[in-house]
């Protein structure tokens, strides 16, 4: 099974997604071709999601937190935290596929889920949203569970930045204040392969992307051991109490 699906826009992409934005514009087309299944998230093996949404959770010490999902696709990482009994806070999954958002609000309601709550938005072209997210819920995590993958590596950094500003200023705000979190996954260049097709997917220079963490903050985890070095995750965390494992 593959890795990531070698789904293109927007050549003979839907109407809807080619009037979407180019990094969500794959994930409409899938939706509208196929509904809000496991397989518009574009991923191809379920074993590989769970093995990255294990090394999120526990690289970015969500336990007893509250976090933010950005890009939730159908809200799965909450039904990997139930299945691991992992006792998270709260949790607000953001979504900016219409289709995948209200999925994900059904699901909830379904499945009774705890302390969740869903909200429809594209975190990259709502400048307000993190800040609305930590001071409006509460969120002291914000994640990103492989929706950096339609990304350049430039425009997720530039996204990065922002979120990180974003937790760095309540930081700075409540210096007393326990830390906060900023963690995310994405495809490492460590595995290239030359002519590999990834589809709307990118790699991202692994070396690079530490960097830009260890700019920012010497507080930084990493992790690259769980994929055989085709994924790797990077948690950083804002000056203030440390958040034990």
């Known amino acids: ?9 927007p050549d003979g992409a839907t109407p809807r997604a080619a009037h979407t934005p180019a990094y ?18 574009l991923w191809r093996n379920k074993d590989f999601q769970r093995i990255r949404f294990d090394a999120l959770t ?23 935290w139930i299945e691991r009994r992992v006792p998270y806070a709260g949790y607000v999954g953001v979504e900016g596929i219409p289709e995948l958002a ?38 002291s995590v914000l994640l990103f569970s492989g929706s950096l993958n339609t990304f350049t590596q430039k425009a997720a950094t530039d996204l990065l930045d922002r979120a990180w500003q974003s937790l760095a200023r309540h930081a700075e705000a409540n210096p ?21 097709d990834l589809g709307p ?3 991202f220079d692994t070396q690079a992307m530490l960097r830009w963490a260890l700019d920012r903050t010497p507080r930084v985890r990493f992790r690259h051991d769980y994929l055989e ?9 804002t000056p203030g109490e440390r958040w034990a494992e």
Do not use: W
């Open 176 to 196: 007393n204040a326990p830390a906060k979190t900023l963690v995310f996954n994405f495809l490492s260049s460590y595995a290239a392969k030359e002519g590999e």
């Open 24 to 41: 969500l514009a794959p994930y409409q087309e899938a939706v509208d071709e196929a509904g809000a299944t496991f397989e518009s998230l």
């Open 1 to 9: 099974m593959g890795f990531f699906g070698k789904r293109k826009a």
């Open 102 to 139: 209200s999925f994900c609000r059904d699901r909830l309601e379904r499945e009774k889920q705890p302390n969740a709550a869903i909200e429809e938005a594209d975190f990259a072209a709502d400048r307000r949203l993190f800040e609305r997210l930590i001071r409006e819920h509460g969120v």
């Open 229 to 237: 070095g085709r994924d790797a995750t990077i948690a950083m965390d």
């Open 201 to 203: 997917a990118h790699r």
């Open 58 to 80: 526990d690289t970015g010490l969500v336990k007893d937190r509250i976090v933010a999902d950005l890009g939730c696709g159908r809200a799965d990482l909450l039904a990997r």
